[in-house]
């Protein structure tokens, strides 16, 4: 599902998404909405599958170059604002506000139709489950969250609270040397990642699942130095496709 948003996708009819719709779990999915939002750049779907009875939210990772250039400012803005000390990037979080109406409303609708349906974001769509978890309190309890390759969203107080609110319904995948988790770095911004880290270690599928805890699992995508990441294990969680078949993946 995290591959297929970078696909172009068909409002009210279905997926036209290349290899990314070979693949059983999309034969239950029907398309809800899109959005695409051009400045700040995001893009992403929802979907319902009917048969694991779950609404899907995905959104996009970096696609374009206007999405490259905010994700470089690795400047702070507090959120959420009632939490003492709390601090996030502040690229992800003007590009998750800007979408955030559209999704939220979409969300709603699709979950008074199917209300006992888990909602599950997907992606980079961390600050866009806690923003939903905060505002719908009964809800919050049908939220999964999982990420592939998720950069650092803001600084330790801001983790912590993640943490609380949605720590035990979220799942965060690293893969092998992948330099996205690594980014921005702790060491001069004070970054952190939240728990549960799952660390895929090589492409046979051996995996790790480190310490449920704020403090970052050396174990973890942390075993690797950053100078030895690159980009090539952020292009292949899963053997996805080249980067190169995406409809097309690198435009304004």
């Known amino acids: ?46 979907g319902i599958n009917s048969k ?29 604002k009632d939490v003492a000390g709390s601090s996030v990037h502040a690229g992800f979080y003007e590009t998750t506000r800007a979408a955030y109406p559209y999704i939220l409303k979409n969300i709603l609708a699709a979950s008074r139709d199917n209300p006992d349906y888990k909602i599950v974001f997907i992606a980079s769509a961390v600050l866009s489950a806690l923003m939903f978890a905060r505002d719908n309190d009964i ?15 803001g600084n330790r107080r801001f983790a912590e609270h993640y943490t609380e609110v949605l720590g035990s319904q979220t799942y965060r995948v690293t893969y092998g040397a992948d330099i996205v988790p690594h980014i921005p770095p702790w060491q001069v911004l004070g970054y952190q990642h939240h728990p549960l880290e799952i660390h895929i270690i090589n492409k046979t599928g051996d995996f790790y699942v480190c310490q449920n805890t704020v403090r970052e699992d050396l174990d973890g995508a942390y075993r690797w130095p950053t100078i030895d990441t690159g980009v090539a294990d952020h292009i292949d969680y899963f053997g996805k496709p080249e980067i190169t078949n995406f409809d097309p993946l690198i435009e304004w």
């Open 1 to 46: 599902l995290a591959e297929t948003s970078y696909y172009f996708l068909h409002q009210g009819g279905g997926f036209s998404c290349g290899p990314a719709c070979d693949i059983p779990l999309l034969k239950s999915v029907s398309l809800n909405t899109t959005w695409h939002s051009p400045n700040p750049v995001s893009d992403g779907f929802i």
């Open 52 to 80: 694991d009875r779950e609404i899907y939210v995905t959104w996009t990772g970096t696609r374009r170059i206007r999405t490259v250039i905010a994700d470089s400012f690795a400047i702070f803005t507090d959120y959420p």
């Open 139 to 153: 809800l919050k309890y049908q939220v999964r969250v999982w990420t592939f390759g998720q950069p650092r969203v």
